[in-house]
């Protein structure tokens, strides 16, 4: 079950303001990353559902989280139907995110407590996750649904809304500045901010630094709204 209840898993992603996306199907590279990104003042970290097998690595990436990383809040992404997300969540996920809106999700989602948030296209889309329990709304492919102004424009008759854009956002201080200044309540990276040496392997250490620098622009842009 979930280490972490949804209101932990919100508020920390609200806190931090950014969440780190991920998939790879070497469970070592999955831990190295998480591990930097959580050096880095990240305390929330989604798993994409990507590649055959995914859920076996994601239980022993939960595994290595909860005693190596003990504040980090990792749950799954790419979720898009109620028995997938069933078994994530017998394998420890702490949230529960989707690239589209899938009432059985919520249903499951929501009888375990679990945080969920689906993706969404249009105000029409939010409102329905907001009816179904959703506390925050993923919008994707962000930058194709309408970038920062598309927050902008559902914050004026729905300011209750809380949206966090993922594809599209990248980590500097420009791009941070558009989504997080919008009125983002946290984004998602992916690829962006999993930087990569020359000869293609991964950067942990340039991830950390990156991962710190976001997080620190975002308290900077919000301090100054």
């Known amino acids: 079950m979930a280490k972490f209840n949804r209101i932990q898993v919100y508020t920390a992603m609200n806190e931090t303001g950014m969440v780190p996306v991920f998939f790879h199907s070497d469970v070592e590279v999955c831990k190295s990353i998480a591990k ?13 559902n990507r590649g055959d097998f995914a859920h076996e690595i994601f239980a022993e990436l939960v ?4 005693a190596e990383l003990p504040e980090m809040r990792i749950g799954v992404g790419s979720i898009v139907d109620g028995p997938t997300a069933t078994l994530y969540i017998q394998n420890g996920a702490d949230f529960v995110v989707a690239p589209i809106l899938n009432y059985e999700s919520a249903k499951v989602c929501n009888r375990r407590k679990v945080a969920w948030m689906p993706g969404c296209g249009s105000l029409s889309e939010i409102s329905q996750a907001e009816e179904w329990g ?8 962000a930058k194709q649904v309408g970038g920062p102004e598309f927050i902008k424009a559902v914050s004026g008759p729905c300011p209750w809304t ?3 854009p993922t594809g599209g956002v990248t980590p500097d ?4 500045e558009q989504w997080i200044g919008a009125g983002a ?15 293609g392997e991964f950067d942990y250490e340039a991830i950390s630094a990156k991962t710190a620098q976001s997080l620190e622009w975002i308290k900077e842009i919000r301090k100054g709204a």
């Open 185 to 199: 309540y946290c984004v998602g990276m992916g690829s962006q901010l999993m930087v990569k040496t020359a000869s």
């Open 36 to 48: 930097s990104c959580y050096e880095g003042g990240a305390r929330v970290f989604e798993f994409t």
């Open 162 to 164: 809380s949206i966090m």
């Open 134 to 141: 959703a506390e925050v709304v993923k919008i994707f492919p």
């Open 173 to 176: 201080r420009e791009s941070l």
């Open 63 to 66: 595994k290595y989280v909860r």
